[in-house]
């Protein structure tokens, strides 16, 4: 039976690590020149709705490094953008290609490509959940610190689609997580709940959240899709900015987290990011090697 991964949720910790063990082999064979290519002749269709750089190129040179292809399709050039129904396209595109990547708006939107497609669906990101960027995030902490289960992760600022993923990875390998926000822009209190067991806690001061953090997350303040809410956001998330003081407040040896496009003065000093640039940019690289597994597996089926 196919798999799709729309959410982190879709897949068992063993899969999950099992995923990180692949990257790091994929990892070293890419850094080795080693040509590794199972995926000849497999496609990848890419629908983006939203803009990208690093899900766009991750995905397209992953699919190439394993042998495969990836097309690009932007809403406006498609009959997605003239209201061609989800149900149409996924059983269209299952007949070209052998896996689906899309990035939206609206979760339904990936839950109805999966249902109707034959070939696995992978969410580069909607409006509750960027479980690519997690799966990186997760391999990329697991490769500076050693097993994510043993260290407390926090997330500084908006409860969007980054921080639910990382509820979602919370829940799946079970690590100390803590997640501060203002008041009113909280994660969805479904997600809290279902988190509960796991011992999640959210606060509303970032001070009392970072207390002996191995790992300081933070996102943009403003989401795609959210430009008209700017000056309102801007004013509720003043006090959630990662800056020295912050940090003071965490482990000596804390690493900052950041999925990018970072927007430095708002959610993140320059000299923060500029300090941990090192750990941001492998974030952004391990975009890649985690998604050549995810698609390696998925793909073949294995
Ligand atoms: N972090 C991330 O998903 O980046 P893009 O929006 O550039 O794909
Ligand atoms: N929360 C951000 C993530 C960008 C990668 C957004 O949805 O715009």
């Known amino acids: 039976m196919k798999r799709d991964f729309t959410k982190l949720l879709d897949i068992s910790t063993d899969e999950c690590l099992s995923l990180m063990e692949r990257a790091k082999e994929l990892k070293k064979m890419r850094k080795e020149g080693m040509e590794h290519q199972p995926l000849k002749g497999r496609y990848l269709a890419m629908i983006f709705e939203k803009a990208s750089t690093r899900t766009r190129i991750s995905f397209e040179v992953g699919m190439r490094d394993l042998g495969g292809h990836a097309v690009l399709l932007n809403k406006g050039d498609t009959q997605i953008g003239r209201g061609e129904p989800i149900q149409d396209t996924a059983r269209v595109l299952s007949r070209y290609c052998n896996a689906i990547m899309i990035r939206t708006y609206g979760q339904d939107v990936v839950d109805e490509l999966a249902k109707w497609s034959s070939v696995p669906v992978i969410n580069g990101l909607t409006d509750l959940y960027h479980p690519c960027q997690i799966l990186s995030d997760l391999f990329t902490i697991w490769e500076i610190k050693g097993d994510v289960r043993d260290l407390k992760i926090v997330y500084i600022g908006d409860g969007n689609n980054v921080a639910n993923s990382w509820i979602e990875a919370s829940i799946l390998l079970g690590f100390k997580f803590s997640i501060a926000t203002p008041k009113g822009y909280e994660p969805l209190p479904y997600l809290l709940d279902k988190a509960e067991k796991s011992g999640i806690k959210l606060f509303n001061d970032p001070f009392e959240a ?73 974030q952004a690289e391990n975009r890649l090697h985690v998604q050549k597994a995810l698609l390696e597996w998925l793909i073949l089926n294995k």
């Open 210 to 282: 970072v207390k002996d953090a191995d790992v300081i997350n933070t996102d943009v303040w403003v989401s795609m899709g959210q430009e008209k809410e700017q000056e309102a956001r801007r004013r509720a998330f003043t006090s959630y900015r990662i800056d020295e003081g912050l940090l003071r407040a965490a482990r000596e040896d804390v690493i900052v987290l950041h999925c990018l496009p970072a927007h430095r003065g708002e959610e993140i000093t320059g000299d923060v990011f500029e300090r941990f640039q090192d750990v941001i940019f492998t």
